[in-house]
């Protein structure tokens, strides 16, 4: 589409994005299910919530207001009537590095230009290109997130403060090196127990939200016994006053490619994450365009009350979906039940230790990991198996926008190479049906057709030009390209390269059987016009044996010139 007709179709296309009555209708059955299910996954969200929070560098309070708000928002606004967002451990594992670097404002700022990024991308509909994200990608930078995560809790639960370092894993190494210093078992059995509990529990009552449990018994624990650990910290009561104080407009250059990671990120989460919540209900589609619509609403209004950028979290609208959830109320349920605690409960969180909340972080890197997947995907091929371990060690070794980036890259340049095997340069047999005994020993001795399977574009012609080079001892080359599936111009080009050098050891070149889409690249590129010319481009294949044989005759009989034959289109 041209520049001007996408401005002409912008009001519509903006027009569609908006929520509408229909969003709704469905509340009318289903609302009392809705509540409970808001409930239980408030439940659930809390202690993640200000995990994450914590995790990202902005503090428990920057998790919760995320939760809040963009819960809301994108349950109003997104394109799933299941999806539950808040901050998430991906976000974390991206947002860390951006504290370090440009501290609470950069990622204030970076949260803002991210949700302008998603909702030009809903504009321009780009939700439906998510879904060409190769699986083992998908699963190696999953299984990254999860262990990035658990490194990055390995300070709390030893109950080490101020480890910092350049990567996760260093902060881990410095927080260990320091733990076996001085050991103290309060932290470590803490975040052990509630972990356990977490996992242990969730197996044998999956709809118990143990990790609220477990969170609640440590704190109290704590209390009674006076332990020595690290607190979350007093909370301010209520939601911050919004602001943009942090938008500096010189930092914007430097903080641009951060966001275009944040908007990918939240984009790709949140897409994956609707895609599981229609498969775990009946009769639910999302529209991938709302979606990236709600979610750069949610993430354009976080940052001024202070929250951090944003997502569809998978296992919070799971949680949601099994325990009875059917429309957007359940989500918007959710964020009212958070925003309740944020008013009235802020002291009371302000006590739980930090130990507790690593113990729930890494039960749910547990949880993140699906074994039998990964190994499943690894044993498929070793494409996808070399796919998946590289996009999990850049993880894990350097951040997750250069991870996808890589396994994007390595599962193209390896798709491209299968696929430029799969192009095939065939002799073909002349079927003796077709010609008397005679001309058929005549075409095998003097006539050679080739048949151009598959695709034949920039991965594959080189191959193509040295193994057509090769032909040998004949007089006519027939090429039949009726089964070439892809043609570009590298294709046509080294086509055009094929042919002369054939013509100049003397053998006359045929085509046949050109399909009209890979005529209009030869013709536009010019490969090969004087053949056009010539009339030695033929519609099929025994139009082109017949003029090859006439040829043949003609050189036998010592005739200076042969007439060629009117191509046809």
């Given at each position: 589409m041209s520049a001007q007709a996408l401005l002409r179709d912008l009001p519509g296309r903006s027009a569609r994005l908006l929520p509408g009555r229909a969003d709704w209708r469905i509340v009318r059955r289903s609302w009392g299910r809705d509540l409970v299910a808001g409930l239980i996954v408030a439940v659930v969200a809390l202690p993640l919530a200000l995990a994450f929070g914590i995790s990202s560098g902005l503090g428990a309070r920057a998790g919760l207001v995320t939760a809040v708000v963009a819960g809301a928002l994108a349950a109003i606004f997104g394109g799933s009537n299941l999806q539950v967002s808040g901050p998430t451990g991906a976000m974390t594992v991206v947002l860390v590095p951006i504290v370090a670097k440009y501290?609470?404002?950069?990622?204030?700022?970076?949260?803002?230009?991210?949700?302008?990024?998603?909702?030009?991308?809903?504009?321009?509909?780009?939700?439906?290109f998510a879904a060409f994200l190769p699986t083992p990608v998908i699963e190696g930078f999953t299984a990254g997130i999860a262990v990035v995560i658990a490194l990055q809790q390995v300070p709390a639960a030893l109950g080490i403060t101020g480890a910092h370092a350049g990567k996760v894993w260093?902060?881990?190494?410095?927080?260990?090196?320091?733990?076996?210093?001085?050991?103290?078992?309060?932290?470590?059995?803490?975040?052990?127990?509630?972990?356990?509990l977490m996992l242990v529990g969730g197996r044998w009552r999956p709809g118990v939200p143990f990790s609220l449990a477990g969170v609640a018994i440590a704190t109290l624990v704590a209390e009674a016994a006076r332990l020595d650990v690290a607190r979350i910290g007093?909370?301010?009561?209520?939601?911050?006053?919004?602001?943009?104080?942090?938008?500096?407009?010189?930092?914007?250059?430097?903080?641009l490619p951060s966001a275009l990671a944040v908007a990918a990120l939240a984009a790709l989460e949140s897409l994956l994450c609707a895609t599981v919540a229609d498969a775990m209900s009946v009769g639910e589609k999302h529209d991938p365009d709302r979606e990236l619509f709600g979610q750069g609403v949610a993430n354009l209004a976080a940052p001024v009350l202070g929250g951090v950028p944003a997502t569809a979290a998978i296992a919070r609208t799971a949680v949601?979906?099994?325990?009875?959830?059917?429309?957007?109320?359940?989500?918007?349920?959710?964020?009212?039940?958070?925003?309740?605690?944020?008013l009235a409960a802020g002291g009371l969180v302000g006590r739980i230790p930090l130990a507790a909340l690593a113990g729930v972080l890494l039960a749910t890197t547990v949880r993140m990991v699906e074994v039998g997947s990964l190994a499943a995907l690894a044993r498929a091929t070793r494409r996808d198996g070399a796919v998946l371990v590289l996009t999990f060690t850049v993880t894990v070794?350097?951040?997750?926008?250069?991870?996808?980036?890589?396994?994007?890259?390595?599962?193209i340049v390896l798709a491209l190479r299968d696929l430029a095997r799969t192009a095939r340069l065939r002799p073909v047999p002349l079927d003796a049906g077709d010609h008397t005994a005679e001309e058929q020993a005549l075409l095998a001795e003097h006539i050679?057709?080739?048949?151009?399977?598959?695709?034949l574009f920039f991965a594959a012609a080189h191959r193509f030009l040295l193994e057509l080079s090769q032909i040998s001892d004949v007089r006519v080359v027939i090429l039949r390209m009726s089964r070439v599936t892809t043609l570009d111009?590298?294709?046509?080009s080294v086509l055009g390269d094929a042919?002369?050098?054939?013509?100049?050891?003397?053998?006359?070149v045929l085509l046949s059987g050109i399909d009209p889409a890979h005529d209009q690249v030869l013709t536009t590129l010019r490969t090969a016009e004087h053949l056009r010319r010539d009339g030695l481009v033929f519609p099929d294949t025994p139009a082109a044996i017949a003029h090859a044989r006439a040829h043949v005759h003609a050189a036998d009989a010592g005739l200076s010139a042969l007439p060629v034959r009117p191509a046809r289109s």
């Open positions: 501290g609470a404002e950069g990622v204030l700022l970076v949260g803002l230009l991210a949700g302008l990024i998603l909702i030009a991308a809903a504009v321009a509909r780009a939700g439906r260093r902060v881990a190494a410095e927080a260990a090196a320091r733990f076996a210093a001085h050991p103290t078992a309060a932290a470590p059995v803490m975040a052990v127990a509630v972990a356990a007093a909370l301010p009561a209520g939601l911050p006053a919004p602001s943009l104080d942090f938008v500096d407009p010189g930092a914007i250059t430097a903080l949601s979906v099994r325990a009875g959830a059917r429309s957007r109320l359940a989500a918007l349920t959710h964020a009212g039940v958070l925003a309740v605690i944020v070794a350097f951040d997750l926008i250069t991870a996808v980036a890589v396994g994007v890259a390595a599962a050679v057709a080739y048949r151009l399977d598959g695709p111009a590298t294709g046509a042919v002369t050098r054939l013509e100049q050891r003397g053998i006359l």
